[in-house]
């Protein structure tokens, strides 16, 4: 089976950092999506996770460690934009998806 | 097209009635899925489309729910003798890569 934990709720204040952790055991593993979703919208792309390590993308980063089952988004410099559902998704071709992190960004 | 298109954005029937849901992949993706989100859940997975054929159908949870998708390209998913747990919204995405899927807009499904 899949199972894909992630905190259910995170607040921070604009222009802080936040750092969104996601576990995982699944049968398959291809990779790690992040997605951000906001409220009544559709999930976009965030990043994509392969390979243990970090990659940086902007304000945004995403950390892989495959031997641990773990991964974590970071939000840099947080706007209030940046206030939405972030979801961490497993790909084995098809995507298992956790409950996501709903983000509240503070002024 | 440019992105994932689904049509109806909203759709409220009444409980039995039959619904067709449709999505409209972005051109040249061969891989199409189709995800539901209840309300306060994480995305469910439904059916996976290779081309034409489904691969894997086992996230449909019922004999009510079928998919198609003709041409390589748009995919109709119909729930039969709707019930008021078939309420959710249902999200297609496609892909190139069998990697990273694009998501579309949705369709909220609201069964009274």
Redesign the interface.
């Known amino acids: 089976g899949q199972n894909i934990d992630q905190p259910t709720e995170m607040t921070a204040t604009e222009g802080a950092i936040v750092q969104i952790n996601c576990t995982y055991q699944t049968s398959g593993f291809?990779?790690l999506?992040w997605?951000q979703q906001h409220a009544g919208?559709?999930?976009?792309?965030l990043s994509?996770n392969v390979l243990d390590g970090l990659e940086e993308k902007g304000r945004f980063s995403s950390f892989l460690s495959r031997s641990k089952g773990y991964s974590y988004l970071l939000l840099k410099e947080l706007q209030m934009k940046d206030s939405a559902s972030y979801?961490c998704?497993v790909?084995d071709?098809?995507?298992?998806?956790?409950?996501?992190t709903t983000v509240t960004v503070r002024a | 097209g440019a992105g994932v298109s689904q049509s109806p954005s909203n759709k409220v029937t009444e409980k039995g009635k039959d619904v067709e849901l449709r999505c409209d992949p972005i051109s040249g993706h061969t891989a199409l899925y189709w995800y539901r989100q209840s309300l306060g859940q994480g995305l469910e997975f439904l059916i996976y489309f290779q081309g034409n054929s489904a691969p894997d159908k086992s996230g449909l949870p019922s004999d009510r729910f079928s998919a198609e998708r003709t041409g390589g390209s748009v995919s109709t998913l119909t729930i039969q003798r709707t019930q008021q747990e078939d309420s959710a919204v249902y999200l297609c995405a496609s892909s190139a890569d069998q990697e990273t899927q694009y998501f579309g807009p949705g369709t909220r499904l609201l069964v009274l």
């Open positions: 291809n990779g999506f997605y919208e559709a999930p976009t792309f994509y979801l998704a790909n071709y098809k995507l298992s998806f956790g409950a996501g």
